[in-house]
């Protein structure tokens, strides 16, 4: 096989929109649930560390399973991928969903609820959502073939996710109007769609398109750690007040459950339309490079924490979220694409692997960390957010590989990587 024909087979008829499709159906599934999270932690019993430990549980299979999807999805091709995750997803949430119900009629309490929990839409849903960005990510990496439509690309995950954080807050707000049961029943429903998605339009790729062994990419290679540790501190603040903006809508509105669950559905709402702003707007029209990317959004999105800090009413909440959606919707495409440039075609499975294993690393110990912070000081998390976004800000800022890329055309670094003898920066782990 040469790396033209190569090259020509992986780039016909590229499926990207459909890859998002995918990525915007487990999102919605999962962002569906974060307005009536809280309320519905309160409802069936459970304490705020208790549901902080269950997402935490979803990020440490995140973390474990990652680099593995996104390594499977170059070795074995996309479908088998998604659709085995799709699967899982549907069990667990349909399982999940019952459970809850159980909960909340007070068949199942204390301990075995919490274990429950924690198996159902920790480890299995974690598992499952594990796969999908990587696949997506590892494919735009492979049929992009240059700087800005990688950049495009990779800004297309991130847009759909704020698409799913809307979509979720309304069909969240929507439903838990009818109880907090609804939400539980339409989160399985929507990943039917995702399964049936990439069950019957997506096609496979021929076997001379897959990488038999493709290559792993080590955490501490020192031509992507800059990148990872800025997305480790993007999403370590995210991580510390996303659990929590349920409890901060009620305790600062004085709201009740029911209440709640549409107020967190807009402030959710708010921050999504800052993401896909961001995406959808100003990172396509902008041009800029990754590491600007990074140095303008984070500094907007610590703006959005020191907003949110202070409890001046419903304006400024959902103001300050909306501001921190905008500015890591900004920042995101700059940390997933930024680092793809500077590695080979068998290494992108690794890669956005790694990357997705970073993200999740860091919702491990910030939502418990957020939340037994909350039960200390109401501000305490949110500060903490604001502070270390501070570090990422300055860190992207003065940091050499920040303003050192290579200039080397993505195709060459998509390629075959046999006809590619040099990496575009050598390896170091």
């Known amino acids: ?171 969240g707000d ?16 929507l990943l039917v769609f995702g399964l049936a998605l990439v069950a019957f339009r997506l096609r496979r790729e021929p076997r001379t398109e897959l990488i038999a062994e493709p290559a792993r990419v080590s955490p501490f290679d020192t031509r992507v750690r800059p990148f990872l540790l800025a997305g480790f501190g993007m999403f370590t603040a995210l991580g510390f007040i996303q659990v929590i903006t349920g409890f901060i809508v009620q305790d600062r509105l004085g709201l009740d459950a029911g209440t709640t669950g549409i107020v967190t559905g807009a402030t959710l709402f708010a921050a999504g339309i800052g993401m896909i702003v961001a995406q959808a707007i100003v990172v396509p029209r902008s041009g800029w490079s990754p590491a600007v990317l990074l140095r303008v959004g984070t500094a907007v999105a610590f703006v959005g924490f020191v907003l949110l800090v202070v409890d001046a009413g419903p304006v400024l909440l959902v103001g300050s979220v909306l501001v921190i959606g905008l500015g890591l919707g900004i920042a995101m495409p700059g940390y997933t694409a930024g680092p793809t440039m500077l590695v080979n075609r068998d290494e992108q499975g690794g890669l956005a692997g790694v990357i997705g294993a970073t993200t999740g690393l860091t919702f491990i110990i ?64």
Do not use: C
């Not at 068949?107 to 929990?117: K, Q, Y």
């Not at 929507?174 to 429903?189: E, I, N």
């Open 174 to 189: 929507a439903l838990s109007a009818f109880g907090l049961v609804a939400p539980l029943v339409a989160v399985p429903v």
């Open 366 to 429: 910030a939502p418990t960390a957020g939340t037994a912070l909350y039960g200390l000081w109401q501000p305490l998390p949110i500060i903490v957010s604001a502070v270390i976004m501070a570090i990422v800000a300055v860190f992207v800022l003065v940091h050499p590989r920040f303003r050192r890329l290579p200039d080397r055309p993505a195709s060459e670094v998509a390629g075959n990587a046999a006809s590619a003898p040099d990496d575009p920066l050598p390896r170091s782990d």
């Open 1 to 171: 096989m040469t790396s033209d024909t190569s090259t020509t087979s992986r780039t016909a008829k590229p499926q990207i929109p459909l890859l998002l499709g995918a990525v915007l159906l487990v999102y919605l599934g999962q962002m569906t649930l974060n307005p009536i999270i809280a309320p519905l932690s309160r409802e069936v019993g459970l304490a705020e560390w208790q549901i902080g430990a269950t997402i935490s549980a979803a990020a440490v299979m995140v973390v474990l399973t990652s680099q593995f999807w996104g390594r499977r999805s170059q070795a074995w091709g996309r479908k088998p991928v998604l659709v085995a995750a799709f699967a899982l997803a549907v069990v667990a949430m349909s399982l999940f969903g019952l459970l809850a119900w159980f909960g909340m009629v007070g068949l199942v309490t204390g301990v075995g609820l919490f274990v429950g929990f924690v198996l159902l839409r920790g480890v299995a849903f974690g598992t499952a959502i594990a796969a999908v960005p990587p696949t997506a990510q590892a494919y735009i990496a492979d049929v992009t073939t240059d700087e800005a439509t990688r950049v495009k690309g990779m800004s297309g995950v991130g847009a759909v996710q704020g698409i799913a954080m809307i979509g979720g807050a309304v069909v």
